[in-house]
Structure formats: C-alpha cells, structure tokens
C-alpha cells in the first residue's frame, strides 16, 4: 500500500474512500477513521502501488470539477445581480478551502423571501375569512 494523501477528519476521509471505492480502487484509511462519530485528526489514505496513478488522476479531476462548479456559481451569482453591485469589490470566489464569504447576504435574501411569503399567506387567509363571514 502507498500513501495517497492525508486529510483532516474522518468524514473526509471516508468520503473519498467511498469516491475511489467507487472506481474499484481498495482504500486502507489509518488514523482517525474509526468509530461511529466523525473525528477531527489527521486521517491518511493508502491505495495499492498499482492503483495510485489512477487514484490521484481521480482525486484531481474531482478538485477541478468542484472549482469550474464554484467559479459557475460565481458566474450566476453576479449575472442575478441587478445592481451590478457583484462585479466591482466582490470577494473573491470560493476556493473549496475557505467559507463562502456570501452566506450571510444569502441568508438575508431567504429571509425577505420568507417575510413575502408569510405576508402573501396572511393576506389569502384574511381574504378567505372576510368572504366566508
């Protein structure tokens, strides 16, 4: 067995057992992989000497794929912008490292949509009742 990589946590690492698992690459997890709660430590990850080309060919088209998806996430964040407010000092897009910096706009976004709604609901039921009684 060769030493693929090593990642922080056991979720994270039987996430990508499962991802090579799933190409029919065997995967040998040591450190803290075991036991039903996900652990933070370090937790590396071995694959047979045969299988390691295909493993990190796997491991980086899946690191490419979840970049151009977040750089399109990024794309359609600032094009439903209508303010054009998204295009001039915006953070920088994510990097799959770090948090994504819009969560809290997002959040307030839901928020206005969900005082909407709840109005529009309250608005139908007051309607209903006035033409019920």
């Given at each position: ?30 450190g ?43 794309l ?7 303010a054009?407010?998204?295009a001039v ?7 799959g ?22 109005v529009?609901?309250i ?11």
């Amino acid at each position: 067995m060769r030493h693929l990589t090593t990642v922080q946590g056991s979720f994270h690492g039987r996430v990508i057992a499962a991802r090579l698992g799933a190409e029919g690459i065997l995967v040998d997890l040591r450190g803290l992989s075991e036991g039903p709660y996900p652990l933070q430590g370090a937790v590396e990850i071995f694959v047979g000497e045969e299988q390691l080309a295909l493993a990190r060919e796997i491991l980086l088209a899946d690191e490419v794929d979840a970049a151009v998806d977040a750089d399109l996430v990024e794309l359609a964040f600032r094009s439903t912008d209508p303010a054009g407010e998204g295009a001039v000092g915006s953070p920088p897009p994510f990097d799959g490292e770090s948090e994504v910096p819009r969560a809290p706009r997002r959040r307030r976004e839901l928020l206005g949509t969900a005082v909407v709604v709840a109005v529009v609901v309250i608005l139908i039921v007051v309607g209903v009742v006035a033409v019920r009684g």
